[in-house]
């Protein structure tokens, strides 16, 4: 009988370590938080520092003043700034398209990407997902390589916009990156013919970069490079 009290004696005390070890900590993470976050409630802090990060507004990584030159030597006649309103405007159109259920992407734009779209739309038939005030800031080019036959071009937007989804609402900055694709040598590649250069005056394909005149009839090709790429993706960063 006396091994049975000391033994809940014993866990009594046990007891009330842990309780006051959990008051304490309560405590010490309720000061924390008051003094990190403004509010007593650390989770609560934790949320709100959360959405304060999602709503600060993201820099765009780019590398213009480095890939720049090499992309007007390739394409002498290409208007960047021109290119980058493409990706602008295939954003906005992306993210309304995927609200408003009704596919609206340019006709630069793969079949891969409206494919990924499509499905995108079907997913928020449920959540009923709405972006509001998309502010885009700034765009930057993000990457350029030649690889064989085939050149890429990446460009990083940084935005912000209101997603609401029933009663929720929260302010969104993201990045987000646009990837244009150019074919500009069609030999062995079966299928690609229709995101090659073209001539819009004899239709012969034009083989190779940069080229001003086409080699079969001598017409100019003239601000040919903005309607020869492909919009291949749209990625959050």
Known sequence: MTLLIIFLV??????????????????????FSSMWFGT????????QQKQEFEAEPKVPYGMDNLLLPEITKDFPNMNIDEMKKIAEDSIINFFNSIETG????????????????????????SKKTAFENINIHKT?????????????MVFQSSLGYKERNHNDSNLREERYNTEFIYIYDTKGLPGN???????????APIKGLGHKVCPYCQAGLIDLAPKTWKLTDITRN
């Open 40 to 47: 007593s409630n650390f989770f609560e802090g934790l949320k």
């Open 10 to 31: 014993l866990i009594l005390i046990i007891i009330g370590i842990v309780f006051i070890g959990f008051l304490y900590i309560k405590r010490k993470a309720s000061e």
């Open 102 to 125: 009704n596919l609206s992407m340019p006709q630069i734009c793969s079949d891969g990407l409206r494919d990924k779209v499509l499905n995108l739309i079907a997913d928020n038939r």
């Open 140 to 152: 930057v080019i993000n990457q350029y390589v030649k690889n064989g036959s085939i050149c890429k």
């Open 193 to 203: 013919e229709s995101i090659s250069l073209k001539c819009p005056n004899c239709g």
